[in-house]
């Protein structure tokens, strides 16, 4: 289906859902842009890059759904380019300010985060070929895998690997932040490849599943846009509170 047609194609319940969606994703992120920026100084000064870049992320997104909102609305031609060209900016600045929390050595951190930058930048840029290919070519399939692979990279490194340890050491109130944001890590992205196999609708899971296209469509750009709105303000308030809980028992205070 042609990507314009399959604004045409939904249902008016369905047009409506998805135009809320878009809607309600502007505000979110414009308010967490404003929100992120005056929140700085309630951290200390050495924790503040991190809030610094939730602003960055939900400005970036506030452009991009604003944009994502008005070619919708418009319904003459569609875009998948805005979702990936944001992707491609926060997704590297998620890792990198979860690593800046995560009470990892600056040593380490200076070896792990440009890993896990390029590791995210590669995990979008390689499934952007695949996500506009035809659906049922080989192309979405073989992108699809590469672009697994770095995700399971990044997960395994925030898991597993040097991240993962310090962020499971600690124990207290920044211990279950810690724990908190990693597990709303691992369950926003996991929405991201499922709507990636289910926007194919031939696929194994389109077809079990059996959905109509116009509800395949409604799934993954709903699905998307509460994952981006968790994975972005909902994530960096989390980031906050860790920051926070940081700061205060290093015994800053804010002014
Ligand atoms: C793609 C292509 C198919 C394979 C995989 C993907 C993963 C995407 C992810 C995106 C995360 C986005 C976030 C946005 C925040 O707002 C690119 C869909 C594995 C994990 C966290």
Redesign the pocket.
């Known amino acids: 289906m042609d990507k314009v047609d399959w604004i045409a194609a939904l249902s008016d319940s369905q047009h409506e859902l998805i135009y809320n969606a878009f809607s309600f994703a502007v505000a979110a992120m414009g308010i967490g842009f404003v929100y992120f920026l005056v929140s700085r100084n309630r951290v200390a000064p050495q924790y503040r890059s991190a809030v610094t870049m939730s602003a960055m992320?939900c400005g970036i997104?506030a452009y991009h759904y604003w944009r994502i909102f008005g070619q919708f609305a418009d319904g003459g031609t569609w875009n998948e380019g805005y979702r990936y060209a944001?992707?491609l900016l926060?997704?590297p600045l998620?890792v990198a300010e979860l690593v800046v929390v995560s009470g990892l050595s600056k040593e380490a951190a200076k070896k792990t985060t440009p890993r896990l930058v390029v590791a995210a930048l590669l995990?979008?840029a390689t499934?952007?070929p695949?996500?506009t290919a035809a659906g049922g070519s080989s192309t979405r399939t073989v992108?699809?895998i590469i672009?697994?692979i770095?995700?399971l990279y990044v997960l395994y490194e925030l898991f597993a690997g040097e991240v993962g340890k310090a962020l499971k050491s600690q124990s207290g109130e920044v211990g279950s932040k810690l724990n908190n944001v990693r597990y709303l890590?691992l369950l926003?992205?996991g929405v991201?490849?499922i709507?990636?196999i289910l926007g194919d609708s031939s696929s194994w899971l389109s077809e079990t599943l059996g959905l109509s296209g116009s509800e395949a469509s409604t799934a993954i750009q709903f699905g998307y846009t509460i994952?981006?709105v968790l994975?972005?303000p909902g994530y960096g308030l989390i980031i906050l509170g860790i920051a926070i809980a940081r700061s205060n028992a290093e015994g800053y205070r804010a002014a």
């Open positions: 992320i997104a944001d992707w926060t997704v998620l995990m979008i499934g952007y695949g996500e992108w699809g672009s697994s770095f995700m890590l926003t992205w991201y490849p709507a990636y994952a981006d994975a972005k």
